[in-house]
């Protein structure tokens, strides 16, 4: 297969995040705590997600087939992550033979500086992220193939579907039955729970894919990330800069005018709340409109 150089989750965020490390130690890796704080967020609210493996690469190295087995998955995302964190990381989406070579290309002189995370991978037939306003408003833009391309902008996507605050009724841009089942199958999986004004879903920007399961063949979906409030990350920052150097000031004010422009939905929403549990039945106000 050929090798995805790019997170099959990867998004502006993290581009950002490593341009602000150049320019200023320590800002950028805000960014990736945060993305963690979303994979952790999978976990919490028990979405359906990839499983994921991460630990010291000395760890790994002792019995590599036994870890990579527990994966369960021909192909992986493999990310080393270099405890000098001036350095790259370096990750990629391969197949499970290129794991040990991959590792000894980029840190078999000093695999005790490093950890590594693997993912689950398996191809994307659809991907795409779902936004939950915090009046509920929920709308849901995806693609064939990698969800990357939605996440960073880069690619118009090529079906919508959103959900009516007033009435709960789903639209949808595209007449595929099936789809529009496996996109309400889907948003079922996000937390929520009966209001007497309706359905109420957890607010926050999911980026998910579709993919067919290799045991059972089924198409199911995966989230890969989860961001409950940019606007809280963006607090954060400020906290940073002015705990360290007054001139970030500038740099923290483009990049937030860029999110602002680029996710303007995503960039107010409030903290999820842990109220809202994650149901075992579906909800009833699934209808289709054209």
Known sequence: MPQETINPGENNLNAWGQALNDIHPGLGDIYDEDRMFGIGDLDRFDLPRYK???LPLTDFLKTPESYIKSLESSDLYVS???HNKKLPRQRRVMAVADVVPFIAEHAGSNPDQFDILFLQYFDNLYGGNIVVSADN????????????????????????AA?????????????????????????????????????????G??????????????????????????????????????????SVFPLVEQVRASVEKN?????????????????????????TRR
Request: one cysteine or more; aromatic letters at 14%.
């Open 52 to 54: 994921r493996l991460s």
């Open 80 to 82: 080393l992550n270099p």
């Open 137 to 160: 408003y929920m709308i849901i833009e995806f693609r064939k193939g990698y969800q990357g391309p939605i996440a960073n902008g880069s690619e118009t996507p090529q079906f919508r």
């Open 163 to 203: 959900r009516d605050i007033f009435t709960g009724h789903f639209s949808y841009s595209f007449e595929d039955r099936d789809l529009r089942e496996m996109i309400y199958r889907t948003v079922q999986t996000i937390p929520h729970q009966p209001e007497k004004e309706g359905i109420i879903y957890l607010p």
């Open 205 to 246: 920007y999911y980026e998910f894919v579709i993919v067919r399961n290799p045991i059972t063949r089924e198409l199911e979906p995966k989230f890969i990330d989860l961001k409950r409030s940019l606007a809280e990350l963006f607090q954060r920052i400020d906290v940073f800069a002015v705990a360290s150097d007054h």
């Open 263 to 287: 996710w303007p939905e995503t960039f107010n929403l409030p903290a999820a709340s842990s109220s809202i549990p994650r149901p075992d039945g579906v909800c009833s106000d699934h209808q």
